[in-house]
């Protein structure tokens, strides 16, 4: 990570949680038109497997 980048990171932790929260609204919005390779079968295979994982030990924790 850029100092650049750490510094934002710094400052965005100092805006009040209203701020914060439109600040990350507009930074989604322009991430989700930025042009992202496709994933691969591997990747999404991987992301599903922790997803199952996440859900099987708050099912977990739930029938505790």
Not at 37 to 60: G, K, M, N, R, W
Request: hydrophobic share 45%.
């Amino acid at each position: 990570m850029s100092t650049a980048t750490a510094h934002l990171l710094e400052e965005f932790n100092k805006l009040p949680l209203q701020e914060q929260r439109v600040f990350s609204d507009i930074i989604l919005h322009r991430a989700a038109k930025l042009d992202y390779p496709q994933l691969t079968d591997e990747e999404l295979t991987s992301a599903a497997a922790q997803i199952f994982a996440v859900l099987d030990e708050e099912e977990d924790a739930a029938s505790r």
